[in-house]
């Protein structure tokens, strides 16, 4: 696979992340941008996509979805370039430059490094049950790569969600055996999922197991054979599986961060407050991972870090050159990088 060069690379796609991208196309600086989610947005479109941000300055109110969606229209002359799905694991220093390298295998040469990745990076929340690594991805998965692997076959689908349904609602059709199994009875997935799957189980397509919780695996030859089921009342009850699907939603982890060799304190990585920067200089860090004395974990705390470590970083990427503050309701330059030149006069 061949190496990404560039001058910045943006450690996380949430609204700091997003804005960074802003910033530093502001001074032109185009940047690379990366996710461990397949969408970007962070905590607002992962955690409240619908509930409203009443402190964003200017905007009286908008929902977290909205946010996300405005930050986006406003990076877009900037023309980042997208790497989703893909975990930073590795940082490391090399002679002027960072070798970052993904989960799967990418690997980016970068001058510049911004670490806007909030609270960690979302991973699946996982049961704690013996025998899980031994399955992952063969016959137990946190989420679906390839629907064609059920067809014909016994699953168990864990969980009471939108994606817990979802996927129960699209292989009903295609599999052997399909059972829900929801440690509650009542539902975080939208009413209308519900309702049709309550409908399938009404034509004897799907099995709907309410208030219980997955006990244990059956596993033989490296391979699930069974689930242990136990409900609240105490009864247990051992279903056949070729397949068990889980959807116990995300949980944020620091996970790879807390081994790029920055100063981390209380989860949070220490910067200088003049410019964002860690104690690894080109390595700068904002948004809600990063901590200074009297530091607020709000959006728009980030949304001025990214400002500082923008032109801190251009100091990086062309040394010697004097980055002077330019204001865009009359800078020529910064029109010409929005593509407003037309609009300057009106
Ligand atoms: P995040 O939004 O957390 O995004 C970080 C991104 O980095 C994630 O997408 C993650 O997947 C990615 N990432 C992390 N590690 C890696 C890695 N190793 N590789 C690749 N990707 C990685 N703030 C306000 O100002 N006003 C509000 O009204 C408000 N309401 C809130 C309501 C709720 C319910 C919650 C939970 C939070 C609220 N917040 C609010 C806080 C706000 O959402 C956060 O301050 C903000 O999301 C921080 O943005 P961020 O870009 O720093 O990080």
Request: glycine share 10%.
């Amino acid at each position: 696979m061949s190496i990404i060069q560039t001058d910045a690379l943006i450690v996380g796609a949430g609204p700091c992340g997003i804005f960074q991208i802003f910033e530093l196309g502001l001074l032109g600086v185009k940047a690379d941008i990366i996710d461990s989610l397949p969408t970007v947005g962070g905590q607002c479109t992962e955690l409240y996509p619908d509930k409203p941000i009443y402190d964003i300055p200017a905007v009286p109110i908008c929902t977290g979805q909205e946010l996300i969606d405005s930050l986006m229209k406003q990076a877009a002359p900037f023309g980042a370039t997208f790497h989703l799905g893909e975990e930073v694991i590795e940082v490391a220093k090399q002679e002027g430059y960072f070798r970052v390298v993904t989960n799967n295998a990418k690997e980016f040469h970068a001058k510049t490094i911004f670490v806007a990745g909030g609270v960690g990076s979302f991973q699946p929340r996982k049961p704690r049950l013996d025998g899980i690594d031994e399955i992952e991805d063969s016959s137990l998965h946190f989420k679906v790569k390839n629907p064609k692997i059920f067809a014909g076959q016994k699953l168990i689908i864990a969980g009471g969600g939108d994606s817990a349904l979802d996927w129960a609602l699209a292989l009903a059709d295609s599999v052997a055996e399909l059972t829900l199994v929801h440690r509650r009875d009542d539902y975080r997935a939208a009413p209308a999922s519900v309702a049709q799957l309550k409908a399938l189980e009404a034509a004897g397509k799907v099995r709907i197991i309410e208030n219980t919780n997955l006990a244990g695996l059956g596993i033989a030859d490296g391979k699930l054979q069974s689930v242990a089921l136990k409900s609240k009342a105490g009864e247990e009850q051992t279903l056949e599986a070729d397949h068990l699907l889980v959807f116990f939603g995300l949980a944020p982890k620091l996970g790879p961060i807390a081994e790029w060799g920055l100063t981390i304190e209380k989860k949070a990585i220490e910067v200088d407050t003049s410019n964002s920067q860690t104690n690894v200089p080109g390595i700068f860090a904002l948004g809600d991972i990063s901590t200074y004395p009297g530091k607020k974990k709000l959006i728009l705390s980030g949304f001025h870090e990214a400002a500082l470590a923008a032109f801190a970083a251009k100091a990086i990427i062309e040394p010697g050159k004097k980055v002077h503050l330019q204001y865009t309701t009359t800078s020529p330059t910064m029109h010409k990088r929005l593509g407003v030149e037309g609009d300057i006069q009106k």
